[in-house]
Each structure stands twice: as structure tokens, then as C-alpha cells.
């Protein structure tokens, strides 16, 4: 059954039970959570998350690189972890000042010359930028968060909302039984 009137759980009415004013409580918090709570969760969580330090090997360190040709088309999605990214040649050099190339994870048709950032380890071998996987985890977990606060909200309104229907039936079945034996047929 539904009603045109907005809001008519706010309204004053003599008919209102006190669990028709729960309920009304009960859909504005539920509502609140949803529309308020669950975004704030998952951004939250999200940045203490990205926030927290990557804990890079002390000998790490990221230095700038140049593309020595045109980084390629997009390929299949034959690696799925750097499905956005390509591989290309790059070079750098190194404090001491010699020269150094290899296979860097860059953005699709990135031209020839362009400068990128690389991460290397104490051997000067090409890693994994340390950020991206925190970016994803940062994400991850505050999907988590959002999905959970929504989640917790829909089912507290279930239980309140189902609660409030069992004690509604309740308060029936008590008033029957005690006007419904006045309710006699009426002999004429």
C-alpha cells in the first residue's frame, strides 16, 4: 500500500503507533548511513590505506628515465596486472654516470624521448613502482568499507523494520482478545 502524501511517517496522525515513530527513526538513520555513512567509510578507509608508508627495501630508489623509441600499442590483456600498461625500452643513468637500459611498465604510445620515472633496487634492476599496488589495495579495502557500511545499514533496518512488525502483531492480538469477545453478532 503506498501513499501520496510525502513523508507521512513524519506527520502527526492520532492512528500513529509509537512503532509507526520508530520505524520513521529507523528508515531516516538507515537512509542516513547509506547516502552518507557508507561514502565516508570507504574514503576513509581508503586513505589511511593509501596513506600508510610502502615498506620499500632500504636500498630502493626511483630515478628519471627517458624512452628510447615509442612505447607500443595497447596489447591484449595476456598480463592482467598491468593490463593499462605496456612494456618498453627506457634508459638512465646512474650516480657514477654510466648508462643503463631495460623493460619499464609505461603508458601505452607514450613517444620516443618522454620522461619516466622508474624505480631500481641496490643492483640497478628495474622494479615495480611501490605506489601502484598500495593505490589498488587503497581502493580495494575502501570498496570493502563502503560495501560493508551499506550492508550493515540494509540489514539493521531489516531487523528493526521486522522487529516492529512482530511487536505491531503482537499489540493486534492482544487488543482482539480483549475487545474482540464484546463483538457479539447483534440479534434482532
Not at 74 to 92: G, I, N, Y
Not at 94 to 123: C, E, F, K, Q, Y
Amino acid at each position: 500500500m503506498s501513499t501520496s502524501q510525502k513523508f507521512w511517517r513524519w506527520r502527526r496522525n492520532p492512528l500513529k503507533r509509537a512503532t509507526d515513530r520508530a520505524e520513521a527513526w529507523a528508515v531516516l538513520i538507515s537512509g542516513l548511513l547509506l547516502v552518507v555513512g557508507a561514502p565516508l567509510a570507504g574514503v576513509a578507509t581508503g586513505m589511511s590505506v593509501a596513506a600508510s608508508d610502502p615498506r620499500l627495501p632500504a636500498d630502493w630508489h626511483s630515478v628519471s628515465a627517458v624512452l628510447t623509441r615509442k612505447a607500443p600499442a595497447p596489447a591484449l590483456a595476456d598480463e592482467v596486472s598491468h593490463s593499462d600498461r605496456v612494456r618498453a625500452t627506457v634508459e638512465w643513468r646512474t650516480a657514477d654516470g654510466s648508462r643503463h637500459r631495460g623493460l619499464a611498465w609505461v603508458m601505452p604510445n607514450t613517444p620516443a624521448g618522454r620522461s619516466v620515472t622508474v624505480w631500481l633496487d641496490g643492483t640497478d634492476r628495474i622494479r615495480e613502482d611501490p605506489s601502484r599496488g598500495l593505490q589498488v589495495r587503497a581502493l580495494a579495502f575502501g570498496t570493502v568499507a563502503a560495501t560493508g557500511t551499506a550492508a550493515l545499514a540494509t540489514a539493521g533496518f531489516v531487523l528493526v523494520h521486522v522487529r516492529l512488525a512482530r511487536r505491531r502483531e503482537w499489540q493486534l492480538d492482544r487488543e482482539w482478545r480483549d475487545i474482540g469477545p464484546k463483538w457479539r453478532p447483534h440479534r434482532t
